[in-house]
């Protein structure tokens, strides 16, 4: 199994701070690495894939990079909608499983 | 639209079984690979399955391989997660996601931009 080590587990941030959230792998991974919002009680929402393609409709301020086992998904000035958790995904292979990180809950400071 | 719709979720007690479903809508299902990812009150997001276009292929998490079932119908574009033997662990949200793209990019890999809503499973006696 490739495991997923993402850091802070919390963050504590105001708005318009920069902020960067880290993933590690435990191989490389290539750049097969995504990355999801979630706030509570809702369906995870895709940010970036590929460790640093937007996905549409995501605003700019949200970036990604890396590759290898060490990523990186930043948020360059923060908004009120953007408190909530945020999970990286591997998906090199589907024979060993397509991992989450344990999550990052950013929260208002 | 695409939608993914899950059912089936509900309270069962340790050693049993439940069936959950999710019928998909506003896209070609034949086309995608889907997954079942699920969600234990409180704690983060875990893959758990997930099964190719014409159900040849079938993957795993260790912790529900010879318990649990993915399985697809085409036709009623629809998935489906037989879960069996179940356990106190396995209480979770679990929601159905469509994996991305329909072909294989070796530039992306896959990842999943539609997910349903999620339906509630309790394991407990």
């Known amino acids: 199994d490739i495991q997923m080590t993402q850091s802070p587990s919390s963050l504590s941030a105001s708005v318009g701070d920069r902020v960067t959230i880290t993933c590690r792998a435990s191989?490389?991974?290539?750049?097969?690495l995504n990355w999801y919002q979630q706030k509570p009680g809702k369906a995870p929402k895709l940010l970036i894939y590929a460790a640093s393609s937007l996905q549409s409709g995501v605003p700019s301020r949200f970036s990604g990079s890396g590759s290898g086992t060490d990523f990186t998904l930043t948020i360059s000035s923060l908004q009120p909608e953007d408190f909530a958790t945020y999970y990286c995904q591997q998906t090199y292979s589907t024979l060993l499983g397509y991992t989450f990180g344990q999550g990052t809950k950013l929260e208002i400071k | 639209e695409v939608q993914l719709v899950e059912s089936g979720g509900g309270l069962v007690q340790p050693g049993g079984s439940l069936r959950l479903s999710c019928a998909a809508s506003?896209?070609?299902?034949?086309?995608?690979?889907m997954s079942w990812v699920r969600q234990a009150p409180g704690k983060g997001l875990e893959w758990v399955a997930n099964i190719k276009q014409d159900g040849s292929e079938k993957f795993y998490v260790d912790s529900v391989k010879g318990r649990f079932t993915i399985s697809r119908d085409n036709a009623k574009n629809s998935l489906y997660l037989q879960m069996n033997s179940l356990r106190a662990e396995d209480t979770a949200v679990y929601y159905c996601?469509?994996?991305?793209?329909?072909?294989?990019?070796?530039?992306?890999?896959?990842?999943?931009?539609?997910w349903g809503q999620g339906t509630l499973v309790t394991v407990s006696s």
């Open positions: 996601a469509r994996e991305d793209p329909p072909h294989y990019d070796i530039l992306t890999g896959y990842y999943s931009a539609y």
């Open positions: 506003g896209f070609t299902f034949s086309s995608y690979w």
């Open positions: 191989q490389s991974i290539s750049s097969y």
